[in-house]
């Protein structure tokens, strides 16, 4: 029987597994409910219960934002739903930029302001039964939070060079994170997370043409960056998104 990390590995490899890799995502209160069902001690006892092959993630924290904010000037506030909650953005602090001089003139964060000393320490000790991942990038899920959905969806059409500027806001922070992380977990990571919602339930959220303009270039930068460490790359998306798969394949 493979391991998680094997079975992983032989299937990013155009090998066949002894079955289909497993991932797990969840809520933190059916995480915490599973755990106490089951007797199991922590996360990791649950994924041996479930037999489930979920990466260990490593990373580091984004730098710390200012009154009540993120470090992208966001405000959250939690949404109650009744067997737990969930964070919604609050406030969307570029809404009101009207040329590309304002978004430059924006307080953007830096990839060096970034705490790196936990990921030199947590590598050392990292164990390898699982595959690792580390780092993401999803640009206009951030791109709306700043923006608000509306704005950023008209933004495409009506302010392209608005949009195409605080992309590459997001997309220089990002690389460079990325980037360093990628340097300091050198020969341990084996997936990245790059991502965009792009669908919606019956086509997509935008024409081809936009996501070729403006999100499969530095999506594929970002990717090269990961392949150029040896690094795989996880690519998600939602929704009725079969017209841009072909690009997202060679992008990927």
Not at 119 to 129: F, Q
Not at 238 to 249: F, M, S, T, V, Y
Request: net charge negative; proline share 6%.
């Amino acid at each position: 029987m493979m391991t998680p990390r094997e079975r992983w590995l032989a299937l990013l490899n155009n090998q066949t597994p002894d079955r289909i890799p497993t991932d797990y995502w969840a809520t933190g209160e059916v995480t915490q409910r599973l755990q106490r069902e089951l007797g199991c001690a922590d996360h990791w006892a649950l994924m041996e219960r479930l037999h489930c092959d979920a990466p260990r993630h490593i990373g580091v924290p984004l730098p710390p934002g200012r009154n009540g904010c993120d470090c992208w000037g966001i405000q959250h506030r939690a949404m109650d739903y009744g067997t737990g909650s969930y964070n919604e953005v609050a406030t969307h602090p570029l809404a009101s930029a009207a040329s590309v001089a304002d978004v430059h003139a924006y307080p953007w964060p830096r990839a060096a302001d970034c705490d790196y000393d936990a990921l030199r320490a947590h590598v050392t000790s990292l164990p390898r039964d699982r595959v690792v991942h580390c780092g993401h990038y999803e640009p206009f899920l951030l791109y709306c939070s700043l923006r608000g959905m509306e704005q950023a969806m008209m933004d495409l059409a009506l302010e392209p060079e608005i949009a195409g500027a605080i992309f590459a806001h997001i997309f220089d922070f990002y690389f460079e994170l990325n980037q360093r992380m990628f340097e300091i977990a050198k020969g341990m990571v084996d997936i990245t997370y790059i991502a965009e919602d792009l669908g919606s339930q019956a086509g997509l959220l935008m024409s081809v043409e936009m996501i070729r303009r403006f999100i499969l270039p530095n999506q594929k930068r970002m990717a090269d960056l990961a392949r150029s460490h040896g690094i795989h790359i996880f690519y998600h998306t939602d929704g009725a998104a079969r017209d841009i798969i072909p690009d997202l394949i060679s992008v990927t």
